[in-house]
């Protein structure tokens, strides 16, 4: 069974930069596209990256776009998405997913296409 841990998570003042990191275990890690969702206050959950398997396409949401970057380590079962600049509209609980590595260039922003998921990191961004 896939598990996935997040951690990184915090408090920072707007323009600040985090980095979470998404652990994956229980699977190859290379048959699985990860993607990152968040749940912000109040508001539907939404999607800013994720990326493929092997070879590590990145798919970005517009909001994010300069700002975010995601990552894989294919040796340490990690994926890392560094974020920089942050904006208050950021604040959320930020969870990843897995994702057969078939179905990222379909499927990446559709969090209905996930199996497994993590359990999430809280992101609070101050103005």
């Known amino acids: 069974q896939v598990q996935l841990v997040e951690s990184g998570g915090g408090l920072v003042q707007a323009g600040a930069s985090l980095r979470l990191s998404c652990e994956f275990s229980g699977r190859s890690f290379i048959c699985f596209a990860i993607g990152w969702f968040r749940q912000h206050p109040g508001k539907d959950r939404d999607f800013p990256a994720a990326i493929s398997g092997r070879i590590g396409s990145r798919n970005y949401a517009e909001s994010v776009k300069g700002r975010f970057t995601i990552s894989r380590d294919n040796l340490k079962d990690t994926v890392d998405l560094q974020m920089n600049n942050l904006k208050p509209e950021d604040t959320a609980t930020y969870c990843c997913?897995?994702?057969?590595?078939?179905?990222?260039?379909?499927?990446?922003?559709?969090?209905?296409?996930?199996?497994?998921w993590g359990q999430g990191t809280q992101v609070t961004v101050s103005s």
């Open positions: 997913a897995a994702l057969p590595y078939t179905e990222f260039y379909r499927s990446n922003e559709d969090a209905e296409k996930y199996d497994f």
